[in-house]
């Protein structure tokens, strides 16, 4: 079934030179969207860019830290610029960190909460006004998808710093539902909550056939990981106003919460 | 990056209608038709759900050659005892019918609850019985995925009016996706 909503549409998808981000820049622009495909590593995000742009995908790259506000606000000036609407915002951009608390340090909580948290704030704070206005031109509501976890939900030994982000998401999508309900026709913000999900950066750091990613694979109802396009798969049906879901997240984790 | 989007189609697969005669039933099957879904109904035996050997012996009568079993609720009538019960048991029968159907090909499980009406106790009856069927698709997930071939389940609650067809495509049209074992809330 085609996603001929999405036509005309233009869309911000942070971090979206790598893993999830990447998988949702595709299966949008795919969708006839024009993505902004964001992410702080030119290099990565020029060749995100270039891989997609090869499929005939309209994406374009621009160059952003989530975590400055200042960058934020240069970014949507640029959309706005370039583009004259923003429909959808998906604050996918985020690190993770694995350390006990005794050895999580005060910088790397900073830099981690500013990149998961701070600056997914300044993205629903700063891209929502956009999507609004943007409005008449869609006739449907907008959206911002938060990329937050199942570690918004579970406490993980060793993730302090990540599922303080997470979490700290989740309330926010709750205060922003409230805010917002009187214009939930024009714009929604909503979370997406990805399980164990074999992007690149995994792959890299632990490896797709490691005994730990078995392991975990065990805890998992589907007795798999997911995939980056699987996610993406899921954010379609989200963004799609034909599949009017009040739910304010979406699990797409194999079971794994539910079991 | 390989470029992987999934391929979504409902074109050709067989779905399984567990319930009985009413408008989620009838445009749940016109909608899975119309994408091109080989559509077969069953209706559970209501007045045996409680008695095991009726529960096989109409189990037996049912092909299991499925790829997709779609659980739809009956609509309430007037007692919650009663319906909350029926609801419960007739969904046990839709995930046997998915377990044994699971035994010869991949399956995906989908239940669709439509609002019960006005009213206290047609309020009453639906909170139980969603929160029943909440937890079913959970067990059925944690039980199926781990299975060779494995089985997805979700529920969707889904609003009077609320337009089916996408949802289906998305939910049925992939099959064994990674969403599995979530309660979605469809609004018209």
Known sequence: MPQDFMDGCVAIVTGGSTGIGYGCAEAMAAAGCTVVLTARTEADGKKAEADLKAEGLPVVYVRQDVASEEDWLRVLGEVEDRFGRLDFLINNAGISQLFPIEETTAESLKTLIGVNLTGAYYGVKHAVPHIIAGHDKRGFPGMVVNVSSVLSRIGQAGAVAYCASKGGMAGMNQVYEKLLADQSDKVQVKSILPGYTMTPQVDKAIGRDSPLVTELAETIPLRRWGEPEEIADALIMMLNPAVPLTDMEVLVDGGFLGS | ?188
Request: aromatic share 4%.
């Open chain 2, 1 to 188: 990056m390989a470029a992987k989007a999934l391929n979504k189609s409902l074109n050709g697969r067989a779905i399984t209608l567990v319930g009985v005669a009413g408008d989620i039933v009838d445009q749940c099957r016109q909608s899975l038709t119309d994408q091109g879904a080989n559509v077969t109904v069953v209706e559970p035996p209501m007045a045996d759900l409680f008695v095991e050997e009726k529960v096989d012996a109409a189990l037996d009568g049912v092909s299991m050659e499925a790829d997709g079993i779609v659980f739809i609720p009956g609509a309430f009538t007037d007692a919650v005892d009663s319906y909350v019960e029926e609801c419960i048991g007739a969904c046990l029968f839709a995930l046997k019918l998915a377990m044994r159907s699971r035994a010869n090909r991949p399956v995906d499980f989908l239940c669709l609850a439509g609002p019960t009406g006005a009213g206290e106790e047609a309020e009453i009856a639906q909170s139980i019985r969603d929160g029943a069927l909440r937890q079913m698709v959970k067990v059925a997930s944690a039980e199926g995925g781990p299975m060779d071939p494995p089985m997805t389940a979700n529920v969707v609650f889904v609003a009077e009016e609320a337009a089916l067809a996408d949802m289906l495509n998305h939910l049925l049209g992939a099959p064994q996706s990674y969403v599995t074992g979530i309660s979605l809330t469809l609004s018209a």
